[in-house]
């Protein structure tokens, strides 16, 4: 079955560091996203990407986030001065398309910690 | 007023036993509608979609009533296995999807 995948399963980072996370998500999927999950809270949406552009962004998604599809296979989320509280688990998903009947794919999800 | 709200419980049941959780969501153009599980640290997992008419998948039955803008989920003959938090999650404006806090079930021997 394919999988959506991430890379790194975990990061630890200086306050201040920039981070940039990786996701693969499905070949034939066309929308993707990224969500984080600070520790014992919900999942909270940050950005959707589609037709090499961001379709959607949170509150959340600030100057200092940034997301790109480098090279058609890739999607990454960079973090570019990490605070404290981006301390969480952030999680790729892909959708193939919008009809109601479409259902999202995470994957395993980076756990970041920043110091 | 939150998009997605859920009794975040917990829910501690005996196996074997029947229970439902709650969902209501905000927003009265969504379309799409989802429970997930998600278990300790790891990945939400698609448990089943939502549709108007009602579904059910082997012990598990999802029902959507728009008028009240509420989804619930049924689960019955529970299983040690079906310990885990389930996630109310909801299509909002363009594309977003919209997660509930979630509700933690724990299913004793």
């Known amino acids: 079955e394919p999988e959506v995948t991430q890379t790194p399963s975990h990061q630890v980072t200086q306050m201040g560091q920039e981070v940039i996370l990786r996701c693969v998500p499905i070949s034939n999927h066309l929308y993707f996203y990224w969500y984080r999950q600070i520790l014992g809270q919900k999942v909270e949406f940050l950005v959707s990407f589609y037709n090499n552009e961001i379709s959607e962004k949170s509150e959340i998604f600030d100057d200092q986030f940034s997301v790109e599809r480098p090279d058609g296979s890739n999607f990454t989320l960079k973090i570019r001065s990490t605070k404290l509280e981006d301390s969480a688990m952030y999680f790729c998903a892909s959708i193939g398309g919008l009809a109601p009947s479409e259902t999202q794919y995470f994957g395993p999800g980076t756990r970041l910690l920043v110091l | 007023r939150k998009e997605v709200e859920q009794d975040p419980g917990p829910f501690n049941v005996p196996e074997g036993a029947t229970v439902a959780f709650n969902c209501t969501y905000s927003?009265?153009?969504?379309?799409?509608f989802f429970w997930y599980r998600q278990d300790c640290r790891k990945e939400p997992k698609l448990l089943m979609s939502v549709y108007s008419s009602g579904n059910e998948d082997g012990r598990f039955t999802a029902q959507l009533n728009r008028a009240s803008q509420y989804i619930s989920l049924l689960i019955r003959d529970s299983k040690l296995s079906d310990s885990a938090t389930y996630l109310c999650?909801?299509?909002?404006?363009?594309?977003?999807?919209?997660f509930g806090t979630g509700t933690s079930l724990t299913v004793i021997p």
């Open positions: 927003n009265s153009a969504s379309q799409s």
């Open positions: 999650v909801v299509n909002g404006i363009g594309n977003q999807f919209y």
